[in-house]
């Protein structure tokens, strides 16, 4: 079964400066990989996907992530950011054969400071 | 907005008791899955259905129950409730062809049982 670690499950960051959210996951079989942002009293949304091409993904509100198949990660990463971006993100898995099930990992609150 | 509807927002009852949340899916979504948020367990998987059948079912316990009914939407029957059910149920959908690539959630149905 597929599994998704978040290890930092707080980040605290000033504004306008750069940030990285950690994901790993476990599974003996190939992925998809998504990263949700849920924002406070409101349901998650889609902040990016990795399927399948470039390993650099690139999504909305100016976040990108990695896929490293060697390091069975997939890191968030923002180079600077705003106020707005205080919200909690979940890295997410689901398997290239099955993929009816997304499984959500514990989740990281970023706190944005002025 | 997600075009994902759940109803009711909030819900409070009492332990024993049996409560029926809501969804309705995007226009065209075709699959339905529910998760529950809480503190102690992140967001948890539960159950999805496509086109009116079980497709997969996690950490769904059995006093939990759903359905996808003909015209899409669903609902998540929860019986014999107990304090610890106390969370945030979410619901999503996916476009037609069940699969997951990318789930639009609903704003979540807090229950609280007291």
């Known amino acids: 079964a597929q599994s998704v670690t978040q290890l930092d499950s707080q980040v605290p960051v000033f504004e306008e400066a750069p940030v990285e959210l950690r994901c790993n996951y476990s599974s003996s079989v190939s992925v998809y990989l998504f990263w949700y942002v849920q924002y406070p009293n409101q349901g998650l949304q889609l902040l990016l996907k990795y399927l399948s091409g470039s390993t650099l993904v690139k999504g909305i509100n100016g976040f990108e992530a990695e896929f490293n198949k060697s390091q069975t990660s997939f890191h968030l990463r923002k180079p600077s950011v705003h106020i707005s971006d205080t919200a909690e993100y979940f890295c997410a898995v689901s398997l290239k054969t099955s993929y009816d099930k997304v499984i959500f990992g514990p989740g990281t609150s970023l706190s944005v400071i002025p | 907005d997600s075009g994902v509807t759940q109803t009711p927002k909030h819900l409070i009852t009492a332990t024993g008791q049996r409560v029926t949340l809501r969804c309705s899916p995007r226009s065209g979504d075709l699959s339905v899955y529910w998760y529950q948020q809480s503190l102690d367990q992140g967001l948890q998987f539960l159950i999805q259905y496509y086109n009116g059948e079980e497709r997969a079912k996690g950490n769904i316990l059995e006093r939990f129950s759903a359905q996808q009914f003909p015209d899409l939407h669903s609902e998540l029957n929860l019986s014999s409730l107990e304090l610890g059910d106390s969370a945030l149920y979410f619901c999503?959908?996916?476009?037609?062809?069940?699969?997951?690539?990318?789930?639009?959630f609903g704003s979540g149905t807090q229950l609280s049982v007291l």
């Open positions: 999503a959908s996916s476009p037609a062809g069940g699969r997951s690539e990318k789930l639009f």
